[in-house]
């Protein structure tokens, strides 16, 4: 299993009343189906963080919900592998659960799911690439006791 640390940059993240480091770790455990030994980290910011990593990283001058950072050099087997970051907008994932009907727990487990998958190798870029990566999600999410994510979302 990989080793997991969050950072938590957004107090806000803390009001949602439940054990939100425990909560990351068992999501992108349930999404992990690389390599081993791993470690991964999980920042849990706001829109103004994102929006600088997005538009310096990105080349896209907004915030965005989540981003991820792979580190694609894997080492000798048996060493551990510095995956990368997983970076959430808290303002941005509570504006996407509100206007999809979502709740934001549900929400945040997606996203966690969508970046720990992109750093093990997925991607989204062309539909090909895209459909094998949503089952995937679609199949940790309801392991996880949450809802088809893609239904009702309005592109």
Same mark, same amino acid.
């Not at 993240?13 to 770790?25: D, N, T």
């Not at 390599?35 to 470690?39: L, W």
């Not at 809802?147 to 009702?152: E, I, R, S």
């Given at each position: 299993m990989p080793e997991i640390d969050v950072q938590v940059r957004n107090y806000r993240?803390?009001?949602?009343?439940?054990?939100?480091?425990?909560?990351?770790?068992?999501?992108?455990l349930a999404a992990w189906q690389g390599?081993?030994?791993?470690?991964v980290s999980v920042v849990l910011a706001d829109d103004d963080?994102?929006?600088?990593?997005?538009?310096?990283?990105?080349?896209q001058d907004k915030p965005t919900n989540v981003l991820s950072f792979e580190n694609a050099e894997k080492p000798p087997k048996g060493q551990p592998w510095m995956a990368g970051d997983?970076?959430?907008a808290y303002q941005t994932v509570c504006r996407e659960a509100s206007d999809q009907g979502k709740t934001f727990l549900a929400h945040l487990a #997606? $996203?966690?799911?969508?970046?720990? =998958? #992109? $750093?093990?190798?997925?991607?989204? =870029?062309t539909a090909a690439q895209a459909k094998p990566m949503e089952r995937l999600e679609i199949k940790i999410m309801k392991k996880l006791g949450?809802?088809?994510?893609?239904?009702?979302v309005e592109s």
């Open positions: 993240y803390y009001l949602k009343k439940i054990g939100i480091k425990r909560f990351c770790q068992d999501v992108v390599y081993e030994p791993a470690e963080f994102v929006h600088g990593l997005n538009r310096d990283y990105r080349g997983i970076i959430i #997606h $996203l966690l799911i969508h970046g720990a =998958l #992109h $750093l093990q190798g997925y991607d989204h =870029l949450y809802k088809n994510p893609y239904l009702n």
